[in-house]
């Protein structure tokens, strides 16, 4: 599948799977023409790469998990791989935790306009809002 194609299929524009390919994290094959060829291996590659950026890794934790892959498989390969997973699901975690505040925050926030004491329960809102700040700060 052509450049063109590949893009199309997954959404993704030429300029980003050029990039991708600069910073070595999709390479695409070459055919005789010069132009890019993308195969089965390059399709499963690109759906990681989305999920991965879905939840959160950053292109520089991707093209770190994609090159270890590559490596034959080692305690080292195992120990960086688990640190690179352990904190993005530490992170994740806190972001759960951030997002469960903040939808209850809301929800307690609709309850006050809906029985009309929002201004009365003014001070407990700007108390929820300060720690819903404070938890802000400290995930990110």
Do not use: W
Request: glycine share 4%.
């Amino acid at each position: 599948m052509n450049i063109r194609q590949f893009s199309l299929k997954y959404g993704l524009s030429l300029d980003t799977l050029r990039f991708y390919e600069r910073r070595k994290i999709l390479i695409p094959d070459r055919l005789s023409n010069g132009y890019r060829s993308y195969g089965d291996l390059h399709e499963q590659k690109v759906k990681l790469i989305i999920c991965l950026k879905t939840i959160g890794f950053s292109l520089e934790e991707i093209k770190q998990l994609i090159e270890l892959e590559t490596k034959p498989p080692s305690e080292t390969c195992n120990d960086i791989s688990n640190q690179l997973i352990d904190n993005k699901i530490e992170i994740i975690d806190q972001q759960i935790a951030l997002l469960e505040y903040g939808k209850n925050t809301l929800h307690d926030v609709k309850k006050y306009i809906e029985d009309n004491s929002f201004v009365k329960n003014r001070d407990i809102i700007s108390d929820m809002i300060e720690n819903l700040y404070n938890i802000t700060k400290s995930t990110y």
